[in-house]
C-alpha cells in the first residue's frame, strides 16, 4: 500500500507502527520520504506532504491547532495573488501564546462556516480569506486577490 493513500484516508496522519501494519512497506514509507510526499512530523510519526509549501503548512496547523488563513489560504483555494504569500495561521483567541517558526499566527473566533477543508487542511472559506486579506493587504494587492476570487 501507498503510504500517501494511507494517510489520506486516515486523517493525514499516523505511526510508523501503524502504517506498517496495515501494509505499507518500509521501502515504500522510504521512497515518499525521499520525494517529499509524505513528512516526519516527530520520530515515527508521519503526515502528508505536498508541493509548494502545504507540507510545511500541514506541520504548522497540526503544532498550533490553526486554520489557514489570509493569502495562505487563497493560495490553496487557487486565488491569484500579486504578491508572494506568506504563511497565515488563524487560532482561536483564547489560545495561549501560540507561534510556530515561519508563521504569522492571526487571533480569532471562526464560526463553523467560515472553515472549509482544502486537501485535507482546514482553511478559511473563500469570502473569510477575501475579507481578512482585504484588511491586511496593500490596496492594490487587495483588488487583485478580491478580483481573481470574483473570477
Not at 463553523?112 to 486537501?119: L, N, Q, W
Request: glycine share 8%.
Amino acid at each position: 500500500m501507498d503510504p500517501v493513500d494511507y494517510l489520506a484516508a486516515n486523517g493525514g496522519v499516523a505511526h510508523r507502527r501503524t502504517m506498517l501494519a496495515a501494509g505499507v512497506s518500509k521501502s515504500a514509507l522510504t521512497r515518499a520520504l525521499a520525494d517529499r510526499r509524505i513528512l516526519r512530523l516527530q520520530q515515527k510519526v508521519y503526515c502528508l506532504g505536498t508541493s509548494g509549501g502545504v507540507g510545511l503548512t500541514r506541520l504548522a496547523v497540526l503544532a498550533t491547532g490553526g486554520v489557514v488563513s489570509h493569502d495562505a489560504a487563497a493560495t490553496l483555494h487557487g486565488i491569484e495573488l500579486a504578491h508572494r504569500p506568506d504563511r497565515h495561521l488563524t487560532v482561536e483567541r483564547n489560545r495561549a501564546r501560540v507561534a510556530h517558526p515561519g508563521c504569522v499566527i492571526h487571533r480569532a473566533d471562526l464560526a463553523p462556516h467560515e472553515v472549509a477543508r482544502v486537501d485535507g487542511l482546514p482553511v478559511t472559506t473563500p469570502l473569510r480569506t477575501v475579507l481578512a486579506c482585504a484588511r491586511a493587504l496593500t490596496p492594490a494587492e487587495a483588488v487583485v486577490l478580491a478580483d481573481s476570487a470574483v473570477r
